[in-house]
């Protein structure tokens, strides 16, 4: 089922994880692979997906962290 532009959620694939669609590569998996530092052209090599795909797991990334209810830890006493 399409989750949002691009990405999809199934049990059957990743576990139910968020993935880009038609494949079974999970935004988090995208999105950490950038973070070590690879370049995009490294990324859409490394998992044979193209640069508007990478764009859609960055983008709900995105959409996920803004509109998730985070909480701040208690402040620490003085």
Do not use: W
């Not at 038609?22 to 998996?29: N, Y």
């Not at 973070?35 to 859409?44: L, N, P, Q, R």
Request: aromatic fraction near 8%; include cysteine; charge should be negative.
């Amino acid at each position: 089922m399409e989750v949002f532009p691009g990405i999809t959620m199934s049990p059957e694939i990743c576990e139910g994880k968020p993935c880009v669609s038609g494949t079974s590569i999970d935004v988090a998996t995208i999105v950490g692979t950038l973070g070590t530092g690879k370049s995009f052209e490294d990324v859409a090599e490394i998992f044979q997906i193209n640069r508007e795909q990478i764009y859609s797991a960055l983008r709900y990334a995105s959409y996920v962290t803004d509109h998730l209810p985070l909480k701040m830890p208690p402040a620490s006493p003085s």
